[in-house]
């Protein structure tokens, strides 16, 4: 019951995000809310950055109500103790980067690390098959505070990495 609660919060966000158009050609994108967006791992050369917080202006003043909602949603149903979930991300940024430069696991991938209302994507390139979604996601969940780890990761050999990309 819980599982599809969650997957029924979840739905719109998913939905938004693949509705989401490609950037037009020439328009500027930038980090407009300050999510933290970090690299942890840079040992697959040929790896694709991100787009990881990016969003054209018009697509931050679409997301920004939706920021708001969801961000003041934790604190009102009683699951976060700050007003707003987004206050959650720099805290977790700090930890998650901290645990991942006293841990060599993964030493063999390119990954960036998004944070927003206390989820977390993990994205980027591996050269090791014995790297998997579940163990990078076991790792960033250690974190307090970490409500969701979401990986999106391009296996050895791949071609086409499974998350959109920033731009040249």
Known sequence: ????????????????????????????????????????????????????PLVSEQEAH????????????????????KPNSYLYDAPIAQVVQAHFAADPA???SSLWLTFQRRFVWVEGCSADPAITAAALEAFVRAAPDVERVIVN????GANKAP??????
């Not at 819980?2 to 739905?11: I, M, S, T």
């Not at 939706?66 to 949603?73: F, K, L, Y």
């Not at 990761?153 to 050895?156: D, K, M, Y």
């Open 106 to 108: 993964f030493a063999r």
């Open 153 to 156: 990761l391009r296996a050895p």
């Open 1 to 52: 019951m819980l599982q599809a609660r969650r997957f029924r919060a979840l739905l719109p966000v998913l939905l938004a995000a693949c509705a989401m158009p490609p950037p037009a050609h020439g328009e500027i994108l930038k980090n407009w809310f300050n999510d933290p967006f970090i690299q942890v791992r840079n040992a697959v050369p040929d790896c694709p950055q991100p787009l990881g």
């Open 62 to 81: 679409r997301e920004s109500h939706w920021r708001t909602e969801r961000g003041t949603s934790c604190w009102l149903a009683g699951q976060c103790s």
């Open 163 to 168: 998350y959109p990309l920033a731009p040249p």
